[in-house]
C-alpha cells in the first residue's frame, strides 16, 4: 500500500536546509536543484532525523528503477549526512572564530587559525571553545548560540576589524586561486565565503532577533548567499544546467565573493550612518576596499 505523502513543514525543511549549509550531503555541489530526502522512504515521516537534503543527480541515484539496484541507500545516506553536518558544524565554528578574533585582542592567533582552517583540520570543541573565550572577553555570545553585540561601541570595534581581518584571509586564499588546480581554487572560495557569512551573522546581531525571520539571522544569510550562487550559475548557462563546464563554479563563486563583501558595505552603512552614530564610514569603506588589494 502507498504511503501518504504529507508536505514538510517548512520549519523542518529550513533547519535541515542550514544544516546541510543548502548543498548536497553527497557531492556538495555549490548552486545545484536541491531536494529534501525521506530517508527510510516514507513520504509522512518529516521527522528531522529521517531528512536529508540531495541534488537531483544523487536523489536518482537512491530510486530503483528498469531492473537496476539503487546506487545509494539509506545507511549509506545516513552517514553521508552525518559527517557532512559535521563537517559544516566545524566550518562554522571555525569561520565565526576567525571573524571575531582581532577585534577582540587575539591578533597573535589570528594567523595560524586561519591557516589552520583553510587546511580543513578538525578541532575538538575543548579546544574551539578554549579559543572562543580568549577571543572574545565576554563580548560575543558561546560558539554555539547567536552571537551578541551588546553596545554600539562593541559594534563599531567589531566593524572597525574587518578589514584587516579580510586583508589577512586573502593572504591565505590567494596562493589556492593561483594554484591553477579547479578542486583547490573552489575549495578556498567556498571557504572565504563562509567566512564573509559569519561576518554577516555578526553584523546581524544587531538587528531585532526575529529581523531576519524566525529560523533566525545565520539561517536567513544562508538562505540568501545559496541563492546568488543558484543565479550566477543559471545565467551562466544558457544552454542548459551543466553545460558551462568547470568555469562555471570558479566564476559564480567569484561573483557571490563580491555579492558578499557588498552586503557586508550595505550593513555597515546601515548600522553606522544611517543610526547617525559618531563613524567615518568613508574611511572604513576605503579601508576595506583596500583591503583586497593589500595581501
Not at 539571522?217 to 543558484?230: D, G, H, L, P
Request: aromatic content about 8%; charged content about 25%; proline content about 3%.
Amino acid at each position: 500500500m502507498r504511503k501518504q505523502r504529507i508536505p514538510i513543514p517548512d520549519e523542518a525543511a529550513a533547519e535541515v536546509l542550514f544544516l546541510s549549509d543548502r548543498m548536497c550531503c553527497v557531492c556538495h555541489e555549490r548552486g545545484s536543484s536541491l531536494q529534501v530526502h525521506h530517508i527510510d522512504e516514507d513520504p509522512s515521516n518529516n521527522d528531522i532525523g529521517n531528512l536529508a537534503v540531495l541534488c537531483l543527480e544523487c536523489h536518482a541515484k537512491t530510486q530503483t528503477k528498469g531492473g537496476f539496484g539503487r546506487k545509494l541507500d539509506q545507511h549509506q545516506i545516513l552517514a553521508y549526512r552525518e559527517n557532512w553536518y559535521k563537517r559544516i558544524k566545524n566550518i562554522r565554528d571555525m569561520a565565526d572564530l576567525i571573524s571575531s578574533m582581532k577585534s577582540a585582542g587575539a591578533e597573535s592567533k589570528l594567523e595560524s587559525v586561519i591557516r589552520m582552517f583553510f587546511s580543513h583540520a578538525e578541532f575538538d570543541p575543548p579546544q574551539l571553545e578554549s579559543w572562543f573565550r580568549g577571543s572574545r572577553h565576554g563580548i560575543f555570545g558561546k560558539a554555539t548560540g547567536a552571537p551578541v553585540m551588546q553596545t554600539d561601541s562593541d559594534m563599531i570595534s567589531y566593524i572597525n576589524s574587518l578589514p584587516e581581518i579580510r586583508q589577512k584571509v586573502y593572504e591565505e586564499v590567494r596562493p589556492r586561486w593561483d594554484s591553477g588546480v579547479t578542486s583547490e581554487m573552489l575549495q578556498a572560495s567556498y571557504d572565504l565565503i563562509h567566512i564573509l557569512e559569519q561576518m554577516l551573522v555578526r553584523l546581524a546581531s544587531r538587528y531585532p532577533e526575529d529581523h531576519f525571520g524566525n529560523q533566525g539571522a545565520a539561517n536567513y544569510m544562508n538562505s540568501v548567499i545559496a541563492s546568488r550562487f543558484e543565479w550566477h550559475r543559471a545565467h551562466m548557462e544558457p544552454d542548459g544546467a551543466g553545460t558551462g563546464g568547470t568555469i562555471v563554479g570558479e566564476m559564480a563563486s567569484g561573483y557571490v565573493i563580491s555579492d558578499v563583501e557588498d552586503m557586508i558595505g550595505h550593513m555597515v552603512f546601515s548600522l553606522t550612518v544611517l543610526q547617525m552614530l559618531e563613524f567615518d564610514y568613508d574611511q572604513w569603506e576605503a579601508r576595506w576596499k583596500s583591503s583586497l588589494h593589500s595581501s
